[in-house]
């Protein structure tokens, strides 16, 4: 499989990436193709992902970010859309976008790049952490709407904000020579687990390092049990608030069967 990473250009490429938006996040709304073509054409960027062994080369993934600046004035990129379609999910499509969005950022002369997550979300979890070296010390609650009242509804929108810090020794290395991604058993061999089980209760955040598990298939655990899904996300909510006030950062993930494991670290 080829697949060519280039920027987004021509009416049928924009709405190519509103399409694609559409198959991959559904109902949620879309961000229009002249919204797209207006900030790449003003120092943001439209990446696309093309697969030049199918017929036509058509688009199977693209980001989206726009210059922003953090709560201190300095410049960064804010990437608000990662997405690639399913079926080119296992072929590192997604990894090879964020490092050309890399690319662009530090030759525009940034050092830091953004976007969130939903935590729950696995997949996403090991690429953002395990694979490019991000980290997170921020969490958001419900950051799409008001919290949801209904208990059988959706879960609250609950994000992690990663922060991509470009020129990092961890990042550099993963881009130059990617490693052998921490193993689940070395980071139960490095810090203790502070969450059991989602409905019971948790152990205190101490010490300088500590470990918390998510389920790895969140969407097939709504569709089974959704008060269990829920339990999940306001423990995670409830850990993560609590270790981010006490100085703690998410610095790596691992797949441990049908969980997911963060590692935290005090001070980084």
């Not at 199918?54 to 199977?60: E, G, R, S, Y």
């Not at 210059?67 to 804010?78: M, N, Q, S, V, Y």
């Not at 969140?218 to 829920?230: C, G, V």
């Not at 270790?243 to 998410?250: E, I, Y």
């Amino acid at each position: 499989m080829k697949i060519e990473i280039r920027p987004i250009t021509g009416y049928h490429e924009y709405m190519a990436c509103e399409e694609l938006q559409r198959v991959v996040w559904g109902a949620f709304g879309a961000v229009p193709y002249h919204l797209l073509l207006t900030v790449q054409k003003n120092a943001g960027l439209c990446l696309g992902a093309f697969d030049l062994d199918a017929p036509a080369a058509p688009l199977v993934g693209f980001v989206f970010g726009f210059l922003a600046r953090t709560e201190d004035g300095r410049l960064k990129h804010a990437s608000h859309l990662a997405g690639v379609l399913p079926a080119y999910r296992d072929a590192q499509v997604g990894e090879r976008l964020k490092w050309a969005q890399r690319d662009y950022a530090l030759a525009q002369g940034l050092e830091l790049m953004t976007w969130t997550f939903d935590p729950l979300i696995s997949r996403n979890a090991r690429l953002n952490l395990a694979k490019l070296g991000a980290v997170c010390c921020t969490y958001v609650r419900n950051i799409y709407g008001p919290e949801p009242e209904d208990p059988q509804g959706e879960l609250p929108s609950d994000r992690f904000r990663v922060d991509w810090w470009l020129r990092a020794p961890q990042v550099a290395a993963r881009h130059d020579a990617p490693p052998a991604l921490t193993t689940a058993a070395a980071l139960r061999a490095m810090a203790p687990l502070v969450n059991p089980d989602p409905q019971g209760p948790t152990d205190e955040l101490s010490g300088e390092r500590c470990l918390i598990q998510i389920p790895v298939e969140i969407e097939a655990l709504k569709a089974s049990d959704l008060p269990r899904a829920r339990a999940w996300r306001y423990q995670l909510r409830a850990l993560a608030e609590g270790a981010f006030a006490t100085g703690f950062t998410v610095t790596d993930y691992a797949r441990d069967g049908a969980i997911g494991l963060y590692l935290l670290e005090r001070g980084r």
